[in-house]
């Protein structure tokens, strides 16, 4: 009995230390943000010139990029995109190392499949339109935003994407694509999967986390949460934000939810309890983030996506763990953030519930040991469950060229945690440079469609065990 009470007591405390380094950090990225802007602001007013000067530098640059690929950055969980949070930048000024990056800004915390209609309608602009089917089925409006003029309206075969997705943005693009080759967009009968013409993962979650369990996620079915978790936490916190819907500081960073209308004007005092209550909105109904980054929800979802053959894939997947006498510890308390310090310990030591059957057959704990304090090195590197997909490790990016579409190229990246190359651009010191330097020159230099292609390149069922 008192064994029991030491495990409850210390169970609390990793929830309200894990509560206050993520509200911390918050604090931090908040603040950060209007720092700059202020800094920004008063530099525009002191030094008008050198602002006239960059207007123009930046046009003459636009005119030589007009013939370009947009390249567009796809933030991920908690992100945001150019225009949120000031001039703060997710992708800690990369958009800025080539020209015509697109950086959008979608739900932070909505789902996947939500994500990739804002992806959409933001590139071509319109208004968002979640579907009809999936609206009545997740209980939101059917419509959401509206771009009056799309970031990217010449978007077409002719003129393909390269995407970068960081985290969960991985898969939004994942899903885009599938949407665009099964033409799920009403309005646009000529959408395809070769609007796409690469896509690049940044620790990418192609096959779920086991962190959403110590997070607060269910391990016997991936969907519902524990009563007691920081998961929990955020859910009430969400909830009473947009439940205040302060216009100044949605406009200054959204969760996303507002095609729920759960603001206080349609709701009421009442409509709140029952949110809170969890009776309504999107933690009910499952139409938001976490359920999508279990093992169970990546996998059915990774069972309607397909590897296309004339579309060129690049993974760089991350770890900060390493094994000592065959056990996976950290690999050093100093480079790892405190955000991710406490569940990269957590997640090296990972072990699934006896009590709960497998999620796949031929599963095996050490497989998902190694991580970055977000998601598991063995998800980030390509997509493979529940079918794995051709897939080839680089070691040096010469043995590669010339690269061949249809096959994910992927790299792992040691001594890197989950946010190494976002947020904060002097963490990851030189290696920011070198990665995405050579994602941009990849995109400028070494991929292109040749022909158009006839056949798409079939999935290869093989078991974790077997590669």
Known sequence: MIIRWWIYALQLAELIISALVHMLYGLYIFSTAVAGDLSQNLSERFFKPNANL??????????????????????????????KLGSFSYFAGAEKKAERVLVPDLGSLTSVYDRARELFYYLKGGQVDYGEEHSKAY???????????????????????????????????????????????????????????????????????TRTYFDGMQPDDGKTMKPVSLLQLCRIGVIIYDWLDIPWLK??????????????KKLGLWGLVDCLLGNAGPFVTGDWILPDLTIQGSMEMNSRLQTFSDTFYFSYATKCTRKILGVTVPSGILGI??????????????????????????????????????????????????????????????DCLPLQPGIWYYKIIGEADHILFIVNRERAGVQFDLIYDSIFERCRKHVFRRTPPTLQLPNQALSLNNK
Do not use: C
């Not at 771009?147 to 899903?175: C, K, L, M, N, T």
């Not at 406009?251 to 206080?264: I, P, Q, V």
């Open 54 to 83: 960059e207007v123009q530098r930046q046009d003459h640059n636009r005119t030589n990029a007009d013939d370009l690929p947009a390249i567009v950055l796809v933030h991920g969980i908690f992100g945001f995109g150019k225009g």
């Open 139 to 209: 209980g939101h409006s059917q419509f959401g935003r509206i771009y009056e003029q799309g970031h990217y309206p010449e978007w077409d075969e002719d003129h393909p994407i390269h995407f970068v997705g960081h985290s969960a943005g991985a898969q939004v693009v994942r899903v885009l694509q599938q949407m665009l080759a099964d033409k799920e967009f009403k309005g646009y009968e000529n959408t395809s999967e070769h609007w796409v013409l690469s896509i690049t993962s940044l620790s990418g979650a192609f096959n779920g986390t």
């Open 251 to 264: 406009a200054y960073y959204n969760f996303g939810f507002d095609h729920f209308n759960m603001s206080r």
């Open 337 to 398: 953030h405190p955000l991710l310090s406490i569940r990269v310990l957590q997640m090296s030591q990972w072990r699934h519930p006896p009590d709960v059957p497998p999620p796949y057959k031929g599963y095996r704990d050490e497989d998902w040991q190694d991580n970055d304090g977000a998601l598991n090195t063995i998800s980030m590197t390509h997509p493979r469950l529940p079918i794995e997909h051709p897939s080839h490790l680089v070691v040096d990016d010469s």
